[in-house]
């Protein structure tokens, strides 16, 4: 039983890293259809309802947007990521912990924590929020 649900937390860890890597940085909206439910759940202060909000937002959003994930973790049907969007129009990037509930296949609920990423100066701990190096 151990081995089968490995299986699954492996198969919607690539899940979603292939749904984000086609939407955030190919912005292959047509495939990224594919990876996310018609009746999608966002909840998320800055993307308004459904797969609909969510495509409307990245369109939006200049060419230039990249998302990297640093860290993947998967529980059953529930994946988090850790990652940065970055190359969005705003003066700092996004670190944001993103948590994708998978069901038959696709991305059906989505939640994120978004925090503005911080300089070396700004850092009251010293340590980057992502990766080994601060941003430039």
């Known amino acids: 039983m151990a081995e089968q ?3 699954k937390e492996a198969r919607n860890k690539a899940l979603v890293l292939e749904a984000f890597d086609t939407l955030f940085n190919k912005r292959d909206y047509a495939a990224a ?3 996310w439910s018609p009746s999608y759940i966002q909840h998320s202060a800055h993307i308004e309802p ?6 409307h937002l990245i369109e939006s959003i200049p060419a230039t947007l990249k998302y990297e994930a ?12 850790h990652g940065r969007f970055s190359g969005f129009g ?27 990423e ?5 850092s009251k701990s010293g340590a ?9």
Not at 118 to 122: I, P, Q, T
């Open 128 to 136: 980057p929020m992502f990766g080994d190096e601060f941003p430039d």
């Open 50 to 55: 459904g797969r609909e909000g969510l495509f």
């Open 70 to 81: 640093q860290r993947v973790v998967a529980d059953g049907d529930f994946v988090i990521l």
């Open 33 to 35: 259809e594919r990876f």
């Open 90 to 116: 705003q003066p700092k990037n996004w670190i944001a912990a993103d948590i994708v509930r998978v069901a038959d296949g696709v991305l059906a609920e989505h939640w994120d924590v978004i925090e503005d």
């Open 118 to 122: 911080v300089s070396r100066s700004d």
């Open 5 to 7: 649900a490995s299986s």
